[in-house]
């Protein structure tokens, strides 16, 4: 296997900015964006995940990377609850709730992966 010397060839990384990208297009509609601090906060969850993700790397170490990763992992379950609220509550589609949570769903799976390989390398 390849070594990774930056967080950019990471594929969770570039997992989290998609779908980074897709809750800014979603939190960009007219009815969440009547509401900033909850389009906000939509937002920062969304960003946060791959920032912890680069953060983490950034340490080189296993056991910092994976705190990180964790972190990740529990921003990646936030933002699956922030969608299903706001589409509870008409923010957004149930459609668009279904494409984040698909998007979580498959980027948690890699998050936990990426943790599971890490703790057994030597």
């Given amino acids: 296997m390849p070594t990774i010397n930056k967080f950019q060839d990471l594929e969770i990384w570039k997992d989290a900015q998609n779908l980074g990208l897709m809750v800014f297009q979603i939190a960009g509609n007219e009815k969440i964006a009547k509401d900033f601090s909850i389009q906000d906060q939509f937002r920062k969850t969304a960003m ?51 494409q984040v949570e ?18 057994k390398e030597n």
């Fill in 48 to 98: 946060s995940i791959s920032s912890y993700i680069a953060e983490g790397f950034s340490y080189a170490s296993k056991v910092d990377f994976i705190g990180n990763l964790r972190h990740s992992r529990a921003s990646v379950a936030q933002l699956q609850n922030l969608a299903h609220l706001f589409a509870r509550i008409g923010y957004i589609s149930t459609a668009e709730k279904d």
């Fill in 102 to 119: 698909k998007a979580c769903e498959d980027l948690n799976k890699k998050i936990s992966g990426t943790i599971e390989f890490i703790g």
